[in-house]
């Protein structure tokens, strides 16, 4: 297990990932109470505020129970992985190395959201008792981003997380990096804004126009893929391309391209 500074490698795997999250989201509270802000929206204040149908104060509680139940599987599963990878930990990896691990632990993320949140859509018993929660925002926001039913919490995020550690081959140490990367990331695509320069809407295709209209009603049957990529909605037929266009009030609309809005 390497230390540094007395705190394992095990545990700032666990803690950062919650610390980023937090105060990522809370960097896009700040930035979205600026009026100046308003022609970036994806939807209006007065939107955000009357057509979720939960609670701010109920999110929060939400991902805190998330956060929890996650710590506590990732504390669990560093301990029965802790006698693989002490005796690698404090070996020097190549930038190479890290990049092959990186890719393939997003690609590993990917295929298991993508194919369990689809499920979670078809399965009428699942949709309606689980994955439903996380629809009850409408319009999402940044800290809203991980409120889920805490057994989809486990299924899509936690599993998926555990098995990109371990297919990956990455280190404790590398861990961290890797998930507060996807932590913001899955923050990002949910925040609402679409802020010109953020390297997160030039880089990848699977960013916050694309996920806010998997969100509304027309495009809740397409852009399962999250949070990286959009590869398994293009191959498997559940690709909606969408339009960004300017809203009337102010801000931005993504409006889905009228031969897949009409299906």
């Excluded at 610390?19 to 960097?27: F, I």
């Excluded at 393939?104 to 859509?121: E, K, L, S």
């Excluded at 509304?216 to 949070?227: D, I, T, V």
Aim: hydrophobic share 45%; charged share 15%.
């Amino acid at each position: 297990m390497a230390m540094e500074f007395g705190v394992s490698d095990e545990l700032l795997g666990t803690v950062v990932p919650i610390v980023v999250y937090w105060v990522y989201s809370g960097l896009y509270v700040v930035l979205g109470s600026f009026n100046q802000l308003e022609n970036y929206r994806l939807h209006s204040r007065k939107d955000e505020d009357e057509k979720n149908l939960v609670s701010k104060p109920a999110v929060v509680k939400g991902v805190l129970l998330q956060q929890f139940l996650q710590a506590i599987v990732a504390i669990l599963l560093f301990t029965v992985t802790g006698t693989d990878t002490d005796a690698n930990a404090d070996q020097p990896l190549s930038l190479i190395v890290l990049a092959r691990q990186f890719l393939i632990a997003m690609f590993v993320m990917d295929a298991w959201q993508y194919f369990m949140h689809r499920y979670m859509h078809h399965n009428k018993f699942l949709y309606r008792h689980i994955h439903s929660l996380h629809h009850r925002l409408v319009v999402p926001y940044a800290f809203g981003a991980l409120y889920n039913h805490p057994v989809e919490g486990l299924l899509n995020d936690t599993i998926g997380g555990a098995l990109s550690f371990l297919l990956s081959g990455m280190s404790p140490r590398a861990s961290i990096f890797f998930f507060s990367f996807a932590t913001i990331k899955t923050v990002d695509d949910h925040c609402g804004l679409w802020l010109p320069g953020n390297l997160f809407h030039v880089l990848f295709k699977n960013n916050t126009a694309y996920h806010d209209v998997h969100h509304q009603l027309y495009g809740s049957k397409y852009n399962f893929a999250q949070p990286f990529f959009v590869v398994w909605d293009r191959i498997l037929g559940t690709y909606m391309p969408y339009t960004l266009e300017k809203r009337a009030g102010g801000g931005f609309e993504a409006r889905p391209k009228k031969d897949h809005k009409d299906n």
